[in-house]
């Protein structure tokens, strides 16, 4: 199908390595962030969460941290899998505003075996 | 977690015409959110939609454009109003049941020539 992300910047990792791909986010306030993976022609996919009272997170193979200082997001990926291409996007929520989610810009995955 | 179901999945449509999408979650959701992603790019929210209340806009949307139904707590509709090439987007119903995490549909690819 087409792909969603022909604008968005590119990681290419090797099938095996591990993956980070980095977010900044714009509002201090934000206290709540989400990392989505997009697969071409489907909607966002939740993978992890992490709040603003902490500085990293684990789930399966992923990991989130956290930087409030400068503002910053990173999902890490461990042995990254074919499975894994797709398009990443942060999303921070801001409660005061209605609990609605800004996304970031997005970036392409590409996994190459 | 919530199961979201949209039609039409995708659809060609001509300038100058409208097209309504739906929007069905498999329980009762307080919020639900209607997002545009236009070609190569991140989502943008339209408008947040609660039942039994005028639906809330987000800087650059007007109901004339996407006048927003919601009629009940499990289902709501957008329409996109006199379409232009630019509206070319695929249109992606949410919710948040939990307050936080959103769930997608699969969206909607609207192609308008």
């Known amino acids: 199908g087409e792909s969603v992300g022909l604008h968005l910047p590119t990681l290419s990792v090797q099938e095996g390595d591990n993956s980070i791909i980095n977010c900044a986010y714009s509002n201090s306030a934000s206290d709540y962030f989400i990392w989505y993976k997009q697969e071409s022609g489907k909607g966002p996919q939740f993978i992890i969460d992490?709040?603003?009272?902490?500085d990293k997170r684990q789930g399966q193979r992923v990991t989130v941290l956290l930087n409030k200082t400068v503002k910053h997001l990173s999902l890490q990926i461990a042995a990254t899998q074919p499975g894994d291409s797709a398009v990443y996007f942060c999303?921070?929520?801001?409660?005061?505003?209605?609990?609605?989610?800004?996304f970031g810009a997005g970036t392409i995955l590409r996994v190459k075996s | 977690s919530a199961v979201i179901s949209q039609k039409p999945s995708r659809d060609i449509c001509q300038r100058g015409t409208s097209l309504t999408i739906q929007c069905q979650v498999d329980s009762q959701v307080t919020m639900m959110f209607w997002y545009r992603q236009q070609p190569g790019q991140s989502l943008t929210l339209i408008a947040t939609a609660n039942q039994g209340s005028e639906a809330t806009y987000e800087s650059g949307f007007v109901i004339d454009k996407f006048p927003i139904s919601r009629p009940n707590l499990t289902f709501s509709t957008l329409t996109v109003s006199n379409m232009s090439p630019e509206d070319s987007s695929i249109y992606l119903c949410?919710?948040?049941?939990?307050?936080?995490?959103?769930?997608f549909g699969e969206g909607s690819r609207l192609t308008v020539l």
């Open positions: 992490i709040r603003s009272n902490m």
């Open positions: 949410s919710v948040a049941p939990n307050t936080g995490e959103l769930f």
């Open positions: 999303a921070e929520n801001i409660a005061e505003y209605g609990n609605k989610l800004v």
